[in-house]
């Protein structure tokens, strides 16, 4: 009896110092920049403070929304470079014609 209770002591006191030995798991996090462009020309992604749920906001949301629709009815180069992003790949002249007539 008091040899399996010292096994168990010592298997519990191997397992501490197994864990202790290995280092924790280290997040990386990307660093924020103080102001997000959330509208570049840039096809890398591009991470908002939007993008984390706990700082999601429908009004925000909105916000963005009406400007990006101000951007592609009053910016040529704004709106020919979503052009490019979202209808470059489509190559059906029919269905091409289809997305860029959703940006007018």
Do not use: H
């Amino acid at each position: 009896m008091l040899k399996q209770k010292l096994a168990g002591l010592m298997a519990v006191s191997a397992t501490v110092a197994l864990l202790s030995a290995v280092p924790a798991a280290q997040a990386q996090i990307a660093p924020r920049p103080d102001r997000v462009d959330i509208y570049s020309y840039s096809d890398a992604p591009v991470v908002s403070p939007g993008d984390n749920p706990a700082n999601w906001s429908a009004r925000q949301n909105v916000v963005d929304s009406q400007r990006y629709d101000q951007l592609t009815r009053t910016n040529p180069a704004f709106r020919a470079a979503r052009i490019r992003k979202e209808c470059g790949s489509i190559n059906e002249p029919d269905l091409y014609q289809q997305c860029v007539a959703t940006f007018y």
